[in-house]
């Protein structure tokens, strides 16, 4: 088993940043690619980002490239997601998610433990 736990969500203004925390504990963390996705009301939950477990590799969604930084830190067992210009559109809650190797990063459903969730609000 691995526990998720998401922090550093709240309100900020479009064009802000935020940077949200999600540490792990329970199996290796290192034995895991770690994923982002969010949820905004009334849509499907969709893919942000993930990185593999040494940090090499990284994957963004096209909505987010070049305004969203995916980073780890294995001796501290904690993903990173810094997020920069944000848009009234990124508001959602954010998820993240661990699971083994990097195949089908993109998918939800490949992804074998989450978190609850942090709320991300950008306001206009």
């Known amino acids: 088993q691995v526990q998720l736990v998401e922090s550093g969500g709240g309100m900020v203004q479009a064009g802000g940043s935020l940077r949200l925390s999600c540490a792990a504990s329970?199996?290796?963390?290192?034995?895991?690619?770690m994923g982002w996705f969010r949820q905004a009301p009334g849509k499907e939950r969709e893919f942000v980002t993930a990185?593999?477990?040494?940090?090499?590799?990284?994957y963004y969604a096209d909505s987010v490239k070049g305004r969203f930084t995916i980073s780890r830190d294995n001796t501290k067992n904690t993903v990173y997601l810094e997020m920069n210009s944000l848009k009234p559109e990124d508001t959602a809650v954010y998820y993240c998610?661990?699971?083994?190797?990097?195949?089908?990063?993109?998918?939800?459903?490949?992804?074998?433990?989450w978190g609850q969730g942090t709320q991300v609000t950008v306001s206009s």
């Open positions: 998610a661990a699971k083994l190797g990097v195949r089908g990063v993109h998918f939800v459903n490949e992804y074998d433990y």
């Open positions: 329970g199996r290796t963390f290192t034995s895991y690619a």
């Open positions: 990185i593999s477990w040494s940090g090499a590799s990284t």
